[in-house]
């Protein structure tokens, strides 16, 4: 059973790079496409992208291009960066995985616990 | 594609019937999830493809709709269901996901 953990600073000053890294336990990172979603204190969940190691990749562009995904095969890990932050990019950033069929997208089957990044100087 | 919920909240009791509705923008087929979440806890996927039953969920829950209507039902609430409930249309990029409704102890 694929198992996801998300690590990071829990504290991004403005303007800096937000960077989180998904640790798959359970399974091949090679495997599947994988997702990073958000959800703001109290608010509901907003998709950033996912990323797949073959290369293909797709961003939220209400995030203006300031997302970069990728994947590391050697560890076994994917990860976000997030540019230039805001206290607009404080939230809860989840890792996910994609269900298994054979049209894409999916929804998630597997989430990380998710972890609490806070935006301020 | 803009996905809208309906109700943002209800109040109901153990054994009661639920529906909740999430509305497409436009027609999605039948590209749609929904969620479950607890305080505190990560997303719980309960169906997929408008219908079909995520392994492991109740059979409690189902699903129902194509285009652009769409439910969810909960045929007798549980202790363990009063939580928010999230529906996500995987149509297109950017996936986006409905507000939420929140099932509450009446």
């Known amino acids: 059973q694929v198992q996801l953990q998300e690590s990071g600073p829990g504290l991004v000053k403005p303007s800096e790079t937000l960077s989180l890294i998904c640790t798959v336990s359970?399974?091949?990172?090679?495997?599947?496409?994988w997702h990073w979603i958000r959800q703001s204190p109290g608010k509901g969940l907003e998709w950033i992208g996912y990323?797949?190691?073959?290369?293909?990749?797709n961003y939220n562009p209400s995030l203006k291009g300031r997302v970069i995904m990728s994947v590391d095969t050697s560890k076994n890990q994917f990860s976000l960066k997030v540019t230039s932050v805001t206290a607009a990019d404080t939230a809860v950033y989840f890792c996910?995985?994609?269900?298994?069929?054979?049209?894409?997208?999916?929804?998630?089957?597997?989430w990380g616990q998710g972890t609490m990044v806070i935006v301020s100087s | 594609i803009q996905l809208t919920q309906s109700p943002s909240s209800l109040s109901a009791s153990v054994g009661d019937r639920v529906t909740i509705t999430c509305r497409a923008s436009?027609?999605?087929?039948?590209?749609l999830g929904w969620y479950q979440q607890k305080p505190g806890k990560a997303p719980r996927l309960l169906i997929y493809?408008?219908?079909s039953l995520q392994s492991g969920v109740p059979s409690r829950f189902s699903g129902s709709g194509s285009g652009t209507d769409f439910t969810l039902t909960i045929s007798s609430l549980q202790p363990e269901d009063f939580a928010t409930y999230y529906c996500?249309?995987?149509?297109?990029?950017?996936?986006?996901f409905g507000g939420g409704t929140r099932v509450e102890v009446k």
């Open positions: 996910a995985k994609e269900v298994v069929t054979a049209t894409a997208p999916n929804p998630f089957d597997i």
């Open positions: 359970g399974g091949s990172v090679s495997s599947y496409y």
């Open positions: 996500q249309q995987t149509n297109s990029f950017p996936l986006t």
């Open positions: 436009q027609g999605i087929s039948s590209w």
């Open positions: 493809a408008a219908s």
């Open positions: 990323i797949h190691n073959n290369g293909y990749s």
